[in-house]
T-cell receptor
Framework: EPEVTQTPSHQVTQMGQEVILRCVPI?????FYWYRQILGQKVEFLVS????????KSEIFDDQFSVERPDGSNFTLKIRSTKLEDSAMYFC???????????FGDGTRLSIL | AQSVTQPDIHITVSEGASLELRCNYS??????LFWYVQSPGQGLQLLLK??????LVQGIKGFEAEFKRSQSSFNLRKPSVHWSDAAEYFC????????????FGQGTRLTINP
């Protein structure tokens, strides 16, 4: 069964550094998402992306965050200047369209030192 | 406030026992409803979904959920749990038709006693 794949599984970064989290959505999917889960807290929506532009974003998704689909297969989340509070598990998800559900990757654990 | 509530943070059941995990939502209109499961070190796997129609929905791994509009609930059930069902279970909604983001509950951690 096709899967959403995320790399790396664990990223350790110094505070203030830029980090890029990578995702390969399922190939025929059209809608792409990033969520995060801070340890012990709920999974939170960050951003949705469709037709090469952001379709919805949360309050969390401020100017430090950006997303990009640089080619036909990858979907990336960039954090420009990381803060300690960015430490979390980041999940990528994708879906086809209509009423089809979102399929999630295994996540990238981001640790900011 | 609009939210998704999973009242039980942690539940322990014996292997072979029945299971019910609770989920309540507070939105004006009936949202789209989902249950996801997260095994340790894994991503979120969809168990089942409800958009409309039959209020009892069947999912994977022998799970089912029942939508009750009068109670704003979407409880997850399984008649007989297996040790491999130990995981974190998340109820989630899409609050508005046409919107895209999933809003998650806090999660319920399920432990299975042998």
């Amino acid at each position: 069964e096709p899967e959403v794949t995320q790399t790396p599984s664990h990223q350790v970064t110094q505070m203030g550094q830029e980090v890029i989290l990578r995702c390969v959505p399922i190939s025929n999917h059209l809608y792409f998402y990033w969520y995060r889960q801070i340890l012990g807290q709920k999974v939170e929506f960050l951003v949705s992306f469709y037709n090469n532009e952001i379709s919805e974003k949360s309050e969390i998704f401020d100017d430090q965050f950006s997303v990009e689909r640089p080619d036909g297969s990858n979907f990336t989340l960039k954090i420009r200047s990381t803060k300690l509070e960015d430490s979390a598990m980041y999940f990528c998800a994708s879906r086809t369209g209509g009423h089809q559900p979102q399929h999630f990757g295994d996540g990238t654990r981001l640790s900011i030192l | 406030a609009q939210s998704v509530t999973q009242p039980d943070i942690h539940i322990t059941v014996s292997e072979g026992a029945s299971l019910e995990l609770r989920c309540n939502y507070s939105y004006g209109a009936t949202p789209y409803l989902f249950w996801y499961v997260q095994s340790p070190g894994q991503g979120l796997q969809l168990l089942l979904k409800y958009f409309s129609g039959d209020t009892l929905v069947q999912g994977i791994k022998g799970f089912e959920a029942e939508f009750k509009r009068s109670q704003s609930s979407f409880n997850l059930r399984k008649p007989s749990v297996h040790w491999s069902d130990a995981a974190e279970y998340f109820c989630a909604v899409i609050p508005i038709q046409g919107a895209q983001k999933l809003v998650f509950g806090q999660g319920t951690r399920l432990t299975i006693n042998p």
